[in-house]
Every structure is written in C-alpha cells, then in structure tokens.
C-alpha cells in the first residue's frame, strides 16, 4: 500500500512504515457465526442477505461475502457477543443501504457517520436482534492507489 499523507490525527494511529507481516496471509476466512436460536437466526439473515449459496445438512448457511463467506451453524449459548463482524462495502451509499436493510429487518443501529478506521469511512454500525455486532463500512473519498 503506497503512503498516502492525512491530517495528524490519522498519522498518529497509523504506523509508518507499515511493520513487516510475521506470516503470509491470503486474507482471513469469512466469520462464523453460532446460534442456539438458529431457525430464527437464519430467517433473519435470508430477509436481509437473501437465500445462502451455501447449505449443509440441517445446521449450517453460507453467503460469498466479496472473496469470503459469512456462515451461520446451528449450535452454542445464545448468540455471538463480545465481537465485531466487519462488512467492507464498494461504496458510503451501499453500506448505508445494507445498514438500512438490517434496521427494516429487525436490526438496530446509530446514523451513519465518518470515522477513521485505519482510512476514512463511512461507518454505519448495526446488531441484529440476537446482539451480534455489525460494521458496515466503506472508504471514503477516492480511494484509487490503495491496497
């Protein structure tokens, strides 16, 4: 990723040079998600993703998210808590969109704002009826010569 400079505030969170990776990654695998409510679970997923390109047996759903997968099992204590999944959107207006579908669907989220998260964003958080954390977000401004 080439050096873009920003104001003080993001120099100040981002290292540079950036620290020389320890492994080679390909890119980290899609979340998976266990729900002890999974019937309700999934018919909330499949109102706001629509149907899973993926299915295994009874207790397992999967969507290509980009170049990953977002998995739903049957199975746990409640609902995933004390995390965060990120969907990186291609643009503010579809993560704003997304955002919107999982409020309609029964979800709960603030307005959308712009944040710094290692780049300007468009943030636009939301949980799901179970308490599983979602952020929505996407770069802002032109982003043309980032990674």
Known sequence: MDYHPHDEIHDSYVAF????????????????LFFSEYPQALAFYIEVLGEPGYAEGTGTRGWIIGESYLTLLRGGDGAPRNTEIGLVMATPEEAERLQAAFIAAGGSGDDPSDQLMYEPVRFCPVTDPFGTRLLIYAPLGDQSGLA
Request: proline letters at 25%; glycine letters at 12%; aromatic letters at 12%.
């Open 17 to 32: 040079p950036a620290p020389e990776p320890r492994f080679r990654f390909r890119r980290a695998g899609g979340p998976v």
